[in-house]
């Protein structure tokens, strides 16, 4: 899908050379699961145990599966070239569906003024790609097919890395030791010993669980949030006003997932934000996610009186055609509550305190989020 000319490749691309890529762990190897179709392999870890010591005997312990989301990063058998991105996973299942469409050029005015800008030429991913959208009218979360009845190839995916063979395990005498454990307190929760596809899809078409994968970010590597499924950890990253630069940036990324980060939030604040989130997205392979308010408030210079809903609609549209998994949508302040957030009754973000000066939002429109998001963002 991405393809580096040489002549493409701005001098920014020499400061990540500096970024120390992570081998993989220590007596672990890098392992797929094969789904059913040829192009669907899931990533674990096969993590080598040690030998018991009895009294009169010595037990090998079999190698323990674990889930993995360092991505391509600790795969010995790929070549990582930051400049390219990470390989195509998706690509393929997307346009299978047969309801999205290659967009001849970026629909965000932000967008588009930012690739036309030759001052900027030096920051930004030298291997753009066209962006896509849904064909008019559809919808392409995965919630939609789910409520539909289709199984996705994300779903699939998904129920491989959830399950990572336990069902498999339990019945092998060589594990019973290792997976024995407390039952514990379910809190509501209901996790199968075995997931499959079918019941990823009524979870989330129950709406009990997500799949956040944008259809404009092919390296991602499907995952599910949900109450039936595996803890998950998010990592915070983002520039500021102080500091950092899209090399940085990167390097948090790789290395947050390297450790265990099942999805990365972007919490930039800075200059260059853009062309930040496109190295951020193009090279990670776990959901990406973002606080659209925060670019928005640094394109008015943080004067939050003058954000528009023309503004932040664009602002979602631009994060959506670069791939962003996810939103944080900071819409819970009511005029009502204003004199609150004064008195100090009711706490606000360190962003927010700053963005709204003397307390005040001079405005009462009320905005949505909604039919922007499932255009693009298959969750």
Wanted: with cysteine.
């Amino acid at each position: 899908m991405f393809h580096k000319r040489e002549d493409q490749v701005p001098n920014t691309v020499k400061s990540f050379a500096t970024i120390r890529i992570p081998l993989t762990f220590p007596a672990s190897r890098k392992q797929y699961l094969d789904g059913e179709r040829p192009d669907l392999r899931v990533p674990y870890r096969a993590v080598s145990l040690s030998s018991t010591q009895h009294r009169d005997r010595l037990e090998e312990n079999p190698p323990l599966p674990v889930y993995d989301t360092s991505g391509p990063y600790t795969d010995p058998e790929t070549t990582i070239d930051l400049a390219c991105g990470l390989p195509d996973v998706r690509s393929k299942w997307i346009a299978e569906q047969g309801d999205t469409q290659e967009l001849d050029a970026l629909s965000s005015k932000y967008g588009g003024d930012r690739q036309n800008d030759l001052l900027n030429y030096h920051l930004r991913f030298p291997s753009m790609s066209s962006p896509r959208r849904a064909i008019g009218g559809l919808n392409v979360t995965q919630m939609h097919y789910a409520r539909k009845g289709i199984v996705t190839p994300e779903m699939e995916f998904v129920a491989l890395r959830e399950s990572m063979q336990l069902d498999g395990l339990y019945g092998d005498p060589a594990y019973a030791p290792l997976l024995h454990q407390h039952r514990g307190q379910s809190f509501g929760g209901e996790l199968p010993k075995q997931v499959t596809p079918e019941f990823v899809r009524t979870e989330v078409a129950a709406g009990r669980a997500i799949i956040p994968a944008n259809i404009n970010h092919p390296e991602l590597e499907p995952m599910i949030i949900g109450r039936n499924f595996k803890v998950k950890i998010n990592a915070n990253i983002g520039n500021s006003a102080v500091t950092s630069s899209p090399a940085e940036e990167v390097d948090k990324m790789i290395w947050a997932t390297h450790w265990g980060a099942d999805t990365i939030m972007d919490r930039s604040t800075g200059r260059h934000i853009h062309e930040t989130r496109e190295w951020i997205v193009r090279n990670s392979p776990v959901p990406i996610g973002t606080v659209p308010i925060y670019q928005a408030l640094e394109k008015v210079g943080g004067r939050a009186e003058e954000l528009t809903w023309d503004l932040m609609r664009d602002t979602l549209i631009e994060q959506a055609e670069q791939g962003v998994d996810y939103f944080t949508i900071h819409a819970g302040v009511r005029l009502a509550w204003i004199p609150l957030t004064a008195n100090g009754l009711q706490e606000l973000s360190r962003v927010a305190a700053r963005s709204w000066p003397n307390g005040v939002w001079p405005t009462t429109k009320r905005i949505s989020f909604t039919r922007t998001s499932t255009r693009y963002a298959k969750s």
